[in-house]
């Protein structure tokens, strides 16, 4: 109860400030930024990029661009920190896909299960055309923000449980799986014969102590920090999934920037999005918050390639069917701009 009011009077004091002076609020240039991660830049990507942020524009500016970092949800959930920078109550914020969709669906077209090959092939993807492109069209979109890039979440998903190993589409059968409450990671599940359980984060341990859920999907950096390998006896690299965060600014915080600040802003961005694909993964390599510290604690293997096929072959027809079921011509449009972008990324090669 006192977390509760504690983040309902910190969030109080923010809006009063900007009701009350909003010309003072953004002369002086201080950028509120919530996220809903630990506040240790070496612990998760999103801190990584907070950190990494808020020192490069505080340096770069003279001291003239405060950045003012609020993470844990001292603020509200992900989605109430969307709300706030559309509103001008934070300046910045960066938001899960799941968070992200209530506001703008067509997020639902990056849920093409098993569409990327290696991890270098999501960094074209979202520094090139195709990031460009989502960014431009969350912006005309969603009234009040604006996107200026995707940070990494920890990589691709794995799959947990607590039932059996995951080596075939029949282990699949029968597994209450939690998703976000969107629509897409319901269907990949459904597709892969298990049972989608949309369920919020913060209700995702005890859900998996308590047995209400058998398992649940993220990257391993976010299975390592929220310690699911305490309740979770299996982990399966499925790789099926990369959903990055979206960054974005409030619009009229910075349109009103200098054009010098608002460049510093976005090499600031691209330098924070360098450090938490960084962090993420020498997380995934550390011995003991990565994969092989968790392989001490957890069952773990990967799916054959043979297998990962069927998967794939069982997954995105669903994904691609509910894309232009639910998110119209401009969905149809992006989902495409998306599969041929990952194609050309994953056939890429470094410095070739």
Same mark, same amino acid.
């Given at each position: ?6 983040? &309902? ?6 809006? %009063?400030? !900007?009701?009350?002076? =909003?010309?003072? @609020? #953004? $002369?002086?240039?201080? &950028? ?6 630990? %506040?240790? !830049?070496?612990?998760? =990507?999103?801190? @990584? #990029? $907070? ?302």
């Amino acid at each position: 109860m006192r977390q509760t009011i504690t983040k &309902i009077s910190a969030i109080s004091l923010l809006a %009063a400030s !900007v009701i009350a002076t =909003p010309m003072q @609020a #953004f $002369a002086e240039k201080v &950028i509120r930024f919530g996220h809903d991660n630990k %506040a240790d !830049v070496m612990e998760n =990507p999103a801190h @990584a #990029f $907070a950190g990494v942020f808020k020192n490069i524009v505080e340096s770069a500016s003279n001291g003239e661009i405060k950045v003012e970092v609020y993470p844990s949800n001292q603020l509200g959930s992900a989605k109430e920190h969307v709300q706030q920078v559309k509103d001008g109550i934070i300046q910045a914020t960066l938001t899960s896909t799941g968070a992200l969709s209530s506001y703008y669906p067509r997020i639902g077209v990056l849920d093409v299960a098993f569409a990327f090959g290696h991890n270098a092939a999501t960094y074209d993807v979202f520094d090139g055309k195709f990031g460009k492109t989502l960014a431009q069209d969350i912006d005309a979109s969603v009234d009040g923000v604006k996107v200026l890039g995707f940070p990494d979440t920890g990589g691709f998903f794995s799959v947990t449980n607590s039932v059996r190993p995951i080596e075939t589409l029949d282990d699949f059968k029968g597994i209450r799986i939690r998703t976000m409450t969107l629509p897409s990671h319901q269907k990949i599940i459904q597709s892969l014969g298990g049972e989608a359980y949309p369920l919020a984060w913060g209700e995702v341990y005890s859900s998996l102590q308590t047995g209400v859920i058998d398992g649940q999907m993220n990257p391993i950096p976010t299975v390592s920090f929220a310690k699911f390998n305490e309740v979770q006896q299996y982990l399966t690299l499925t790789n099926h999934l990369f959903a990055p965060y979206t960054f974005m600014m409030n619009e009229d915080f910075f349109a009103g920037l200098t054009e010098q600040e608002q460049k510093i802003i976005r090499y600031a961005t691209h330098s924070g999005i360098v450090a938490s694909r960084g962090v993420a993964r020498a997380i995934e390599a550390s011995e003991d918050r990565g994969l092989a510290g968790l392989k001490s604690k957890m069952k773990v293997n990967s799916i054959s390639p043979d297998e990962r096929e069927k998967f794939r072959k069982a997954a995105e027809p669903a994904i691609v069917k509910h894309v232009e079921a639910t998110l119209g011509q401009e969905g149809v449009e992006l989902l495409t701009l998306f599969r041929n972008e990952v194609a050309s990324a994953n056939d890429s090669l470094y410095l070739n």
